[in-house]
């Protein structure tokens, strides 16, 4: 699909966005004031990453997003096959060999004096901007400062957290909380005494015993999460998917968080106290190394094609 005319190949190397069947530079792409994908937090999405000029886990994505929406009622009115083929086609624009690419339903707007969402015309939307980093690399490096929120995460039986949403003024509440006392970031609670999961990302420790514990319950089945399971049984390195309490966080031996944007990223401190010695631990290191590994991995990647003309 080539480019619109009207616009450079320069436009589009700060990011690609598709817009109601276009192709736009991101900073021209936005969404009607009246979308209640706006209005009311009312959609579902997905963000898969490119790394070195391949899409990584691709399908997956793909399934998870499916998922979301019609967990939400939202039509996505495109196969797979397709959304792909407009992803692609935001990388390709862009040129970015490093990418961020996300992909969103929003309910759109009923018609006029109708507040049914069912009448609501659901819209796709999609972009691709440059691979974002959930910490710097001083952060990266030395490992994540952690708070654990007094905030108690959306309960599931709410909203669930398995469908990927933008219900995050808990999360985003909570993370103001910890930039506040000095934290990087933040994780919630399920006001039960148990840790959940944080701004963009889930949580995992390692006890005394060398078991990696990541919660089961109250969480975005994150898809990095599913590549550290896959990498623990890969490893041989013991991993429970079960309630991990904050006092269990606190005392662990080691801990890290995962994500789409920025991998397995180490946590050295949590509420202001040094975990172990205070540095990445050597099961974080692994499990860190093995991620990036993967991504030359064919079983993992799909490579963008940036011919202009594809
Ligand atoms: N939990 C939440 C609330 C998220 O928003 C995200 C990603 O944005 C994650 C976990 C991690 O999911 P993934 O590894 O698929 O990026």
């Not at 579902?44 to 998870?64: I, K, M, P």
């Not at 078991?211 to 490893?235: D, K, Y």
């Amino acid at each position: 699909m080539p480019a619109p005319h009207s616009h450079a190949a320069a436009d589009f190397a700060r990011g690609a966005a598709f817009v109601r069947d276009a192709y736009l530079p991101i900073d021209q792409a936005s969404i009607p004031l009246t979308d209640w994908g706006f209005l009311r937090s009312d959609a579902a999405y997905d963000v898969v990453t490119v790394w070195d000029g391949a899409f990584f886990r691709l399908d997956d994505h793909l399934q998870r997003f499916r998922a979301s929406c019609a967990h939400f009622r939202l039509r996505l009115d495109r196969p797979d096959a397709a959304v792909a083929q407009v992803l692609e086609h935001c990388v390709r624009l862009s040129g970015l060999r490093r990418a961020y690419v996300e992909m969103i339903v929003t309910r759109g707007q009923p018609p006029w004096g109708s507040r049914d969402p069912r009448q609501a015309v659901n819209q796709f939307y999609a972009f691709a901007v440059p691979y974002v980093w959930i910490a710097d690399e001083e952060q990266r490096t030395r490992g994540l400062h952690l708070q654990i929120s007094g905030v108690t995460r959306i309960p599931s039986s709410s909203v669930d957290a398995r469908a990927k949403n933008y219900h995050w003024h808990d999360l985003t509440s909570g993370l103001l909380g910890a930039l506040d006392v000095g934290a990087d970031t933040v994780v919630l609670g399920d006001g039960a005494g148990n840790v959940v999961e944080g701004p963009g990302f889930n949580v995992f420790a390692v006890g005394a015993d060398g078991t990696i514990v990541t919660p089961a319950q109250g969480v975005l089945e994150g898809i990095t999460r599913r590549t550290v399971i896959e990498i623990a049984q890969t490893l041989g390195l013991p991993l429970q998917q079960r309630a991990l309490s904050a006092a269990a966080l606190r005392s662990a031996r080691e801990a890290f968080i995962s994500s789409s944007a920025g991998g397995i990223l180490p946590v050295t401190r949590v509420d202001g106290q040094p975990l172990g010695d205070g540095q990445p631990g050597p099961v974080t290191r692994r499990v860190l190394q093995a991620y990036w590994d993967w991504h030359a991995d064919p079983r993992w990647c799909r490579r963008v094609d940036y011919t202009p003309s594809a």
